[in-house]
């Protein structure tokens, strides 16, 4: 079975650029999480989908942040424009339900602003 | 404060050791945890859940203390492998909500 699958794995930008990462999360898991990780802490939650429905993006900067999941399945998160600040590693994740069951990650997308 | 408290470490440990680490939260709600391990460089992976009755695996053990708020991983026969960051996070008990602690860093060494 195919795991989360995240895109690019990499990206480096100069700051005030905009960006993108696409996630397509494990067949039939009706849970999507983005996380932003920074070196040597935990992932911090910046939204879930319960399908389509962003049903909890309280972590998630607004002013320059967005995120989407058409049709309930792939993701993306989209950051206009980049910081300095936003150099961390974007982590997808998703489950069959909600938090009450494991967690997949997918291997992350590597952002570097300049 | 956070809703959830680890030790970063690091535990430095020779194989064979047995080492434990504790991870202490702040919702007295939450009733069931999980651990996930992350080696550097990679995305977290579930290492075991764990339950008011604990939970054994080979040669891990888990244990959750809901009187002083704190749930235990506890390896024993540790491995070079073993190296690793361990993370916890509680099951979600605000409509699926979930909280990852910061990490507990276990560098096993020959």
């Known amino acids: 079975e195919a795991g989360v699958v995240q895109s690019p794995r990499y990206k480096i930008i100069e700051k005030k650029q905009p960006v993108a990462f696409w996630c397509n999360p494990i067949s039939g898991h009706n849970t999507l999480y983005w996380y932003l990780q920074n070196l040597g802490q935990g992932p911090e939650l910046l939204i879930r989908y319960e399908n389509e429905e962003a049903v909890d993006d309280s972590q998630l900067p607004k002013d320059r942040f967005s995120a989407e999941r058409l049709k309930g399945v792939d993701s993306t998160l989209k950051i206009q424009p980049a910081e300095l600040g936003d150099s961390a590693v974007y982590l997808c994740?998703?489950?069959?339900?909600?938090?009450?069951?494991?967690?997949?990650f997918g291997p992350g997308t590597r952002l570097t602003v300049l | 404060r956070k809703e959830v408290e680890q030790d970063p470490g690091p535990f430095n440990v020779p194989e064979g050791a047995t080492v434990a680490f504790n991870c202490t939260y702040s919702n007295s709600a939450s009733q069931s945890f999980f651990w996930y391990r992350q080696d550097c460089r990679k995305e977290p992976k579930l290492l075991m859940s764990?339950?008011?009755s604990g939970n054994e695996d080979g040669r891990f053990t888990a244990q959750l203390n809901r009187a002083s708020q704190y749930i235990s991983l506890l390896i024993r026969d540790s491995k070079l492998s073993d190296s690793a960051t361990y993370l916890c996070v509680p099951k979600g008990t605000n409509a699926g909500k979930s909280t990852f602690g910061d990490g507990t860093t276990l560098t096993v060494k020959p």
């Open positions: 994740a998703s489950s069959p339900r909600d938090g009450n069951n494991e967690q997949f």
């Open positions: 764990v339950y008011s």
